[in-house]
T-cell receptor, first 116, second 115 residues
């Protein structure tokens, strides 16, 4: 079974600073994908970034980067130059490539507040 | 940019009533999903659907739930007899592939309130 753990219920950061949101995972799948989604107060789920377990480099998408440490089973999201609009819930999720399961398994999320 | 759409955005119903939540996935996607999020909790998988049949379902997805793709564009979730504990945000998602490397794109959600 796959499991995602997000240990930070809430995080605060000053505008323009960088912030790291933690995510650890557990899986027996030899190949898997890791995802981060943003959920603003309006409720929608917005895809941010993806990391494959066999990718040689850490994923980056604009101000978002993923600090992937496979041996430690961690996939932390780094947001650089935080903006007020980054205030939201952030969910880490994973999905096995093999084993037949198609579902995303989510963590409990981290609420990020960006202060002016 | 193509996106997943869901209607209605908010549905209020009485306990025991049937509700149908509607979704229009991204047009070239083949795999469709429903997830739910009880207020303040994490997102939970309900069901996946491919080639007009359920490919995977969770233990939450019991006989009260059903899914259907009635035409080439819509994907629906029906709850036959709603319970108070069905109150949640329901998300539809779609993806091109069923593999772990493929991203699932979510709709804006339907907030279901059961009174």
């Amino acid at each position: 079974a796959q499991k995602i753990t997000q240990t930070q219920p809430g995080m605060f950061v000053q505008e323009k600073e960088a912030v790291t949101l933690d995510c650890t995972y557990d899986t027996s799948d030899p190949s898997y994908g890791l995802f981060w989604y943003k959920q603003p107060s309006s409720g929608e789920m917005i895809f941010l970034i993806y990391q494959g377990s066999y990718d040689q480099q850490n994923a980056t998408e604009g101000r978002y980067s993923l600090n992937f440490q496979k041996a430690r089973k961690s996939a932390n999201l780094v947001i650089s130059a935080s903006q007020l609009g980054d205030s939201a819930m952030y969910f880490c999720a994973m999905r096995g490539v093999q084993g037949g399961s198609e579902k995303l398994v989510f963590g409990k999320g981290t609420k990020l507040t960006v202060n002016p | 940019e193509p996106e997943v759409t869901q209607t209605p955005s908010h549905q209020v119903t009485q306990m025991g009533q049937e509700v149908i939540l509607r979704c229009v996935p991204i047009s070239n996607h083949l795999y469709f999903y429903w997830y739910r999020q009880i207020l303040g909790q994490k997102v939970e998988f309900l069901v996946s659907f491919y080639n007009n049949e359920i490919s995977e379902k969770s233990e939450i997805f019991d006989d009260q739930f059903s899914v259907e793709r009635p035409d080439g564009s819509n994907f629906t979730l029906k709850i036959r007899s709603t319970k108070l504990e069905d109150s949640a945000m329901y998300f539809c998602a779609s993806g091109k592939l069923a593999q772990g490397t493929d991203t699932q794109y979510f709709g804006p959600g339907t907030r279901l309130t059961v009174l």
